[in-house]
Nanobody
Framework: QVQLVESGGGLVQPGGSLRLSCAAS????????MGWYRQAPGKQRELVAS???????NYADFAKGRFTISRDNAKNTAHLQMNSLKPEDTAVYYC????????WGQGIQVTVSS
């Protein structure tokens, strides 16, 4: 059973930055891909960014130029660096991993507000 634990969320002012981390309970080199999704109140969960085992990344249009996904294989951790945050980025952010099945973290709140 794969466990994913997110950290790094919180309250930030517009224009600020946050770095989310996703710690996995197993060797992330085995994952086909890892990703970050988000879900705002009243909206469907949506992809933010993903990175596959070869390091190829994919970003939602709203994330391009502002967010960066990375993975640290030595620490079995994936990160999402979020810069120039906007109020519309407020959501619960979820870590996701693909290894035959899809695994999800419990989610972490990110609030962008002045």
């Amino acid at each position: 059973q794969v466990q994913l634990v997110e950290s790094g969320g919180g309250l930030v002012q517009p224009g600020g930055s946050l770095r989310l981390s996703c710690a996995a309970s197993t060797n992330i080199r085995n994952f086909d891909a890892m990703g970050w999704y988000r879900q705002a109140p009243g909206k469907q969960r949506e992809l933010v960014a993903s990175i596959n085992r070869y390091g190829i990344t994919n970003y939602a249009d709203f994330a391009k130029g502002r967010f960066t996904i990375s993975r640290d294989n030595a620490k079995n951790t994936a990160h999402l660096q979020m810069n120039s945050l906007k109020p519309e980025d407020t959501a619960v952010y979820y870590c996701n991993a693909l290894l035959r099945d899809v695994y999800w973290g419990q989610g972490i709140q990110v609030t962008v507000s002045s």
